[in-house]
Each structure stands twice: as C-alpha cells, then as structure tokens.
C-alpha cells in the first residue's frame, strides 16, 4: 500500500489504502431577534461592557437595516463603529471584542496503513481571545468511505462502549476503526472522559441524523484556549484497498 493525497474523490483502481478528510470551521454568531410589537414604548437606554442599546419610539414593524457609523477620524480616514441597526428608532451596537476559530490544519492524510498497526495523526484547534468563553462541537458527515463503498467504521473501543457521547479505553491492537482523543493545552477545556488516556470517542455520524457533540468548552478564564485533536485509525487484514475519505466539521458557537 502508499500514500494517497487527500481529495474528496478516491480512485478505485489504485490498489492502496489512504485516510483523509478536510476539517470545516463554521462560526455561530448571537443574532438579534425583534418582535412586533402593537404599542409604543418611551426612550430608553440599557447598556453594559459589551453592548449597549438606545431606544427611541419603537417602529411597531421595524425594516432591517445596516447603517454603519463612525467613531473617531484620524488623518482624514474614519473608523467605522460596529453597529447592528434593527430600525429606524433604536440601534445594537456590538462591543469591540472579537471572536474566532484557529485550526492548525484543514485536511489529515494518513500515508501508509497496514493491518493491526494503528496510525495517529493530531491538529490544534484554538479559541484565541475568547474574553466571553464559548464551545467547539464537532461531527462527521459519515464513516469514512471508499469509492467502491467498502467502509472503515467508527471504533467502538477495547470494551465496545465507545460512542459519540461516551469515551472509552483503546489500546488493543485488533480493536479496528476510527475515533479521536481531546487534551487540554492550557486549561480544563477538553471533555473529562479523556483525563484518562487513551480514551476515545466517535464523532457523531450526521448521515444517521446524530448531533454535533461539544469537542472544547471554554469558560473564558484564560485569554487563548488550545486543545490538541488525536485522530486514530486502525484496519484489518480483510480491509479493501483503495482511498478513504470523509469530512470532519467543527462549529464554533460564543459564549455571550
């Protein structure tokens, strides 16, 4: 068997058994809903460190609108203030606070694999300044697949309890499939089922309408949290040859 380059199509001919999928980062943002309301309101102003809201008379169907303002001019060039405007009578104005995803890779590439000889590969996945906290949740788009349809299942661990949900021990060597670890870098920010080690999940399966499970959680004590992602893989004698693949997305969703 040799190296396959990651891709989303396998070719069936080639007589090798390659791994690979691509990580996706989707970010959850707060979103403002209003209602219709059938009686005006007086002005008023509610605010707080990370947002702040000047109402006026209350449009009672209100027209989305973004008019962006500004806020300070330094050498002729204005800043633009963030600003979420719902109508014509009040605005939402967003704090200055930031929040992101760092993946240290978008795709994983297993090389050579040989029978009862498990392969291990790992990515960084980070929540840098996350003043306000926030989680990381994760699931597959299906068992990886080859072109021809033979399957590498998800693991299901030395004592057959691994699952989405639960962690469990694999070491065993005739223990075949695929799952991940999660080890906290620089705070408690990984699922405590894998203090212990070599403890492993599977992703959730979205082909069988299972929900992303959380991969970080993230409190917002520390200022950047980091997390290290083992992705294992381990196959039998009797597996076809040929390329694997799926697709691994983590969602990103703040804490505020």
């Known amino acids: 068997m040799k190296e396959a380059m990651t891709t989303q199509k396998s070719n069936a001919k080639k007589k090798r058994i390659a791994l690979s999928f691509f990580l996706t980062?989707?970010?959850s943002y707060l979103s403002f809903l209003t209602s219709h309301f059938t009686e005006s309101a007086s002005a008023d102003t509610i605010s707080n460190n990370n947002y702040s809201i000047d109402?006026?008379?209350?449009?009672t169907n209100p027209q989305p609108t973004h008019r962006p303002k500004f806020q300070s001019q330094v050498l002729g060039t204005q800043t633009p203030k963030p600003e979420f405007t719902t109508g014509q009578d009040y605005t939402v104005n967003s704090s200055n606070n930031s929040f992101s995803i760092q993946l240290s890779q978008n795709s994983i590439d297993y090389g050579i694999l040989s029978s009862t000889n498990p392969v291990s590969r790992t990515s960084t996945l980070a929540l840098p300044n996350s003043q306000f906290g926030g989680e990381i949740l994760g699931y597959e788009n299906h068992p990886l697949f080859s072109s021809?349809?033979?399957?590498i299942q998800n693991t299901s661990c030395d004592n057959g309890g691994c699952s989405s949900v639960t962690a469990a021990p694999w070491n065993n060597t005739l223990t075949y499939g695929f799952g991940y670890r999660c080890d906290s870098l620089d705070q408690t920010i990984c699922d405590q089922q894998f203090s212990q080690s070599n403890y492993f999940k599977q992703y959730p399966d979205d082909s069988l309408n299972q929900l992303a499970e959380p991969l970080i959680t993230d409190t917002g004590v520390e200022s950047t949290s980091k997390a290290t992602i083992t992705y294992k893989v381990n196959i039998s004698g009797t597996q076809k040859t040929g390329g694997y693949n799926n697709n691994i997305t983590y969602l990103a969703v703040p804490g505020f």
């Open 148 to 151: 021809g349809n033979a399957i």
């Open 55 to 59: 109402v006026g008379t209350i449009d």
């Open 25 to 27: 980062i989707l970010i």
